[in-house]
Structure formats: C-alpha cells, structure tokens
C-alpha cells in the first residue's frame, strides 16, 4: 500500500478514536486505571525537571489510595479552605451566608469531604453553592450526592453540559441547576468568584478566580482547571488549548491553585505552613509554573504528531 496512504488512513483511525475519548459522556478519572497509560514520550525539559504524559498524569493522580485518602483539611488563605484528598483537590469558601464548595471529586469521596469540612468547624449542610472545574469523575463524580446531601445550587459551564448529564453515579442524574459562561459570575456573602473557559483538557474546563484577604491585603487566587493535553490533539482541541493557554498567563494571580494537589506543590506548601513559615500559599513566582509545563508538553505532542503524519 502507498505510504501516504497508510499513514493518512493511520491519522484519520487515531483522530476517531481520539474524538471518540474526548466526547465520551462520562470519561473516566483515572485514565490508566482503564486504559493503557498515555505513551512516555514526548518528553519535555520545564523549570529544569523532565515530564512526560506518564509521569504528568502519574504525579496529578498518584495511586488509587491517595485519590480516596483525606488530605488535612487546612485554611489557604482569607475564607479559602482545602477540603479534598492527597490528590484531588476540593476547596471551600466560607461566607456569612453560606458555603461554596468548588469539586466535589469522586462520589465514594463526598463522606470525606464532609469529615474535612466538620474538621474545620464548619457545617456541610450550610453548603449552598456547588461549583466544578471540570466534567471528569474524579473532579465532578459527587455532585449529585452534594446535592442531596445539602440542597447546594450547582452550577456548570455550557460547554461541559452535555459531558456532564452524562455522568450518572448509581444512575443518579447529573443537578445543574444553573448555566455558566464565560467570565460569569457567583456571588455569595460578600465573596465574588469569576469563571475563566479555558478549554482542551474538557471543552468547558473552568479555572475559577477570587479576591482573598490576609494580614488587611488583597491577594488575587487561581484554581487553575487541568492544561493537561490529550494523547492526540484534533483540530478543535488545537484551537481550545491556542485560546486557553494565553487566557490563563493573562490572569492576575498570587495564589496558585489547581484540581490535582501537585499542580501547585499542596504537600510541600502545608509542610511549610505546619512550620510556622510566612503563608507558602502566597507564591506569585510559581503561578505559571504549571501553565509552562502544559504549553511544553502541548506543542511537543502537536509536533510530534504532525510529524508522524508527514506534514
């Protein structure tokens, strides 16, 4: 068979399956838990340390136990709260009027966010807002659990309805009770969240930003949604990732936040805190650290297929 032949018909083969992922009405948490893990290459050098798909997507999750395992629940900084596990990162905002929760996570992980959020002397069911950063289990599994739990009003971005309804836990329909777009907004006591599309891990992927107060400042936070690029890029993913990623160096920022605990360093941070350390939280020279990696990685895998396709 002609070459061309073969390598357009291997193109056209990857990009359907590719599609095929990407558009899965509930796409799992854990993609090596289901699938052979993401190939170890390309590799790519950021901030002097090496990555690889594997090694990036094996540091966000880490094992099955450190999804599921309670992290100590922990103020960040202002009414900012971490409520989530060693790896996935749920976070509560606590206002005069009632709570917001950002990730409710897996659904087996509700319990344990509640735990956290009673650790701290809060009360689950004065959580009245439900948000997500993006429609996969591991960030968004619980919301119809939360919901029940609490009564929250859950809120979602348009583009990551249709991934969502599709996320149905124990046949469980998906709440959304309102619909988000770009640069809306969610106020609650006093407290003003914006949400950012910033599209290509999920075409609705939502980095979230707040205003928080320490020490009589104002400090700009980030919950950054995941950069993380798919193992094959199609043409609209392509020009998700080309919008989102000078979108997110655009933002004001001086708390790095982030879905998965290491995309922001949580553990080394709270070791700090727990030391007595000015607030490590406050890290305004790492808030494109991750956004630096994602892009590298991006354009690596975007080269190395064009390559492969002989363009």
């Not at 991750?290 to 363009?311: C, K, S, T, Y």
Request: include cysteine.
């Amino acid at each position: 068979m002609n070459d061309k032949i073969t390598r357009a018909m291997l193109v056209a083969f990857i990009s359907v399956i590719t599609a095929a992922a990407i558009l899965a009405p509930s796409p799992s948490s854990s993609w090596a838990q289901t699938a052979p893990p993401p190939a170890d290459h390309s590799e790519v050098t950021v901030h002097g340390r090496k990555y690889t798909p594997r090694s990036i997507l094996a540091r966000n999750m880490g094992t099955p136990e450190d999804q599921t395992t309670q992290f100590p629940p922990h103020k960040i900084i202002g009414n900012l709260y971490y409520v989530g596990t060693r790896t996935l990162s749920s976070f509560l905002i606590v206002t005069p009027q009632g709570n917001i929760l950002i990730n409710s996570t897996y659904e087996r992980n509700v319990p344990t966010i509640e735990k956290s959020v009673k650790q701290l002397g809060f009360k689950f069911s004065d959580v009245k807002i439900l948000l997500g950063t993006h429609a996969h289990n591991d960030h968004q599994e619980g919301d119809a659990l939360v919901k029940q739990m609490t009564g929250a009003q859950t809120m979602a971005m348009a583009e990551d309805v249709p991934a969502l309804q599709a996320m149905k836990p124990g046949g469980k329909e998906h709440p959304i009770d309102k619909t988000l777009h770009d640069k809306d907004t969610v106020t609650l006591g006093g407290t003003t969240l914006t949400a950012h599309l910033t599209a290509g891990h999920t075409h609705g992927c939502t980095t979230w930003t707040m205003k928080a107060e320490e020490g009589g400042r104002m400090y700009d936070v980030v919950i950054g949604c995941s950069l993380r690029p798919p193992a094959v890029l199609t043409p609209d993913v392509i020009a998700e990732f080309n919008r989102t990623f000078p979108v997110v160096r655009s933002m004001a920022c001086d708390v790095p936040l982030g879905d998965h605990p290491a995309q922001y360093n949580m553990q080394e941070k709270y070791s700090k805190l727990q030391k007595g350390a000015p607030n490590p939280f406050i890290d305004r020279a790492e808030c494109k650290f991750e956004v630096d990696i994602e892009e590298a990685m991006f354009h690596a895998l975007l080269n190395e297929q064009r390559q492969a396709a002989g363009r």
